[in-house]
């Protein structure tokens, strides 16, 4: 009787923690919307795959297409098209916009000069994920680790340049909030200047396509950003008998008409995202996708909103009537 009645609580209990967890896991971005909106999302709306993750573990935030995204005119910030814009996801190596940015200003206020020589910490040298493999005692100039975090996404040039400049990492990101801040991305916040997943006891980077969309003007106000974004494959280095080949992860350089960046970002959980621009006839327009869950399905909706941009900008229509949805032109 005493097994029977054991084996009758056991039966209940784990009925009762199914009911419980089910109750608990709904789609963050639709229901984000439905707060938003006091609409249910729209049926043209691709499903998202958010996914209420373990305790520990990110949450999934990504969709097909993809999970949010905002195309502007670059001269005028004017928005030529926008699906949730203001929806959080993880920028990933998207962050790596910002430090571009507060070295591209450091270097212009002359805090820092391009020749000025880094030294590799044993912090910088031991992060993972995309790399140049720095080792400790190594000395790099200012200019040959900007090219390895615009061209390879190197996480431990992000850190080597964070740490010389500020001095530890956790200075850097307070500088980046800060400047985040100044610029009105209300709905970021850097944790880290890499963009990796965060590690045990961290949080994630935060940001939405609107927030980058901003930051991506900034770094175009700056002359000598492109040469480093619009730049495919360069050597690392160079004195070495076997040089360290940088390959750009921005596979629309070379593919889009007069595509010149910007940065992409990945992992698991954040889905593929990218900040691109490009220029034609004069005209330039920033798009941010953020949260697909595929490269080339990114890359080509990035593609096509460029395209009815830049279209779009060329014949003077207004920004109500430049582009459709990226999911729904042919």
């Known amino acids: 009787m005493n097994a029977m009645n054991q084996r009758a609580a056991t039966f209940l209990s784990a009925g009762v923690a199914v009911v419980l967890l089910l109750a608990l896991v709904s789609p963050l971005g639709a229901k984000n919307d439905m707060a938003r909106t006091g609409k249910a999302v729209p049926p043209t709306r691709a499903v998202s795959t958010a996914k209420q993750a373990p305790q520990g573990r990110l949450q999934i935030l990504s969709a097909d297409p993809y999970r949010a995204a905002l195309l502007i005119d670059a001269e005028g910030g004017a928005v030529l098209f926008e699906d949730g814009a203001d929806r959080k996801g993880y920028p990933a190596s998207m962050v790596k916009l910002m430090n571009f940015l507060l070295i591209l200003e450091a270097v212009e206020a002359r805090q820092l000069s391009l020749k000025e020589k880094v030294l590799v910490t044993v912090e910088a040298a031991k992060i993972g994920g995309s790399q140049v493999y720095l080792k400790e005692g190594e000395v790099f100039s200012v200019d040959d680790l900007l090219y390895a975090l615009m061209v390879q996404s190197a996480n431990d040039a992000a850190t080597a340049l964070a740490i010389h400049y500020q001095g530890s990492k956790e200075a850097f990101v307070d500088l980046m909030n800060r400047r985040a801040r100044e610029m009105g991305m209300k709905d970021t916040v850097f944790h880290s200047v890499h963009g990796l997943p965060p590690g045990r006891g961290q949080l994630p980077d935060v940001s939405t396509p609107r927030d980058m969309a901003l930051l991506s003007r900034e770094v175009l106000r700056h002359p000598r950003a492109l040469q480093y974004t619009a730049t495919k494959k360069r050597l690392f280095r160079t004195d070495a008998e076997e040089p360290f080949v940088m390959e750009n992860h921005n596979q629309l350089l070379g593919r889009f008409?007069?595509?010149?960046?910007?940065?992409?970002?990945?992992?698991?959980?954040?889905?593929?995202?990218?900040?691109?621009?490009?220029?034609?006839?004069?005209?330039?327009?920033?798009?941010?996708?953020?949260?697909?869950?595929?490269?080339?399905?990114?890359?080509?909706?990035?593609?096509?909103?460029?395209?009815?941009?830049?279209?779009?900008?060329?014949?003077?229509?207004?920004p109500s009537d430049a582009v459709v949805r990226a999911d729904q032109q042919q």
């Open 257 to 318: 008409e007069g595509c010149d960046g910007l940065k992409t970002g990945y992992f698991r959980a954040a889905g593929f995202s990218i900040a691109a621009t490009a220029e034609q006839g004069g005209q330039r327009v920033i798009a941010i996708v953020m949260g697909s869950v595929q490269s080339a399905t990114r890359d080509n909706s990035t593609k096509k909103l460029l395209l009815q941009g830049l279209r779009a900008v060329a014949a003077g229509r207004p």
